[in-house]
């Protein structure tokens, strides 16, 4: 018998208004090809005798890119414009079976990131989402990222609202 495992993403962004009201988008989350690279040396190291990746995906970016989601993408491709864009994971993120009730892609085989833009931060038009290592202050390079996701509707933060963002990957 042979068993395969899969990597399937889900992205959920909630849009919290001056109201304490949300409105949440979801999308797809396509792994890349690097992404899958980086999953596989963390199982090596885990279950076998592989050697730690110096990649540590802890950045959650939002972007404005345009360009079809592809496995190869980059973080060019993602669009980040300012490190206003980029957020570190919050505090005890990545983790198993989030427990937060925005969560809509949670679950105990999912592993999930969080990251949170407050009121008057990064108030833009937003297509993309990313996890990647950047933490420039500029990040347009061709750096790694874990994951590419495009809403198919853009998401508008403006200046009153904050943004929290779950970055979703199951394993099955």
Not at 90 to 96: I, R, V
Request: contains cysteine; hydrophobic residues 40%.
């Amino acid at each position: 018998m042979t068993e395969k495992m899969k990597w399937k993403g889900h992205i959920c962004a909630v849009l919290i208004n001056p109201d304490g009201s949300r409105e949440t988008v979801e999308t797809h989350n396509l792994i890349t090809t690097k992404g899958l690279e980086i999953i596989a040396q963390v199982m090596n190291l885990h279950f076998g005798t592989g050697t730690p990746t110096p990649n540590t995906f802890s950045q959650v970016a939002l972007g404005t890119g345009s360009g079809a989601v592809a496995v190869g993408d980059t973080l060019d491709d993602v669009g980040v414009a300012a490190s206003a864009g980029l957020a570190s994971a919050d505090s005890g993120y990545p983790k198993l079976n989030d427990n937060d009730g925005d969560n809509s892609g949670a679950g105990a085989n999912v592993l999930t990131w969080r990251a949170q833009w407050g009121v008057g931060v990064y108030t833009n038009t937003i297509t993309n989402v990313a996890i990647t290592t950047s933490t420039a202050a500029h990040p347009t390079s061709a750096e790694d990222i874990l994951n590419h996701s495009q809403f198919s509707s853009s998401i508008v933060k403006g200046a009153g609202q904050a943004l929290k963002v779950f970055v979703n990957v199951e394993i099955t």
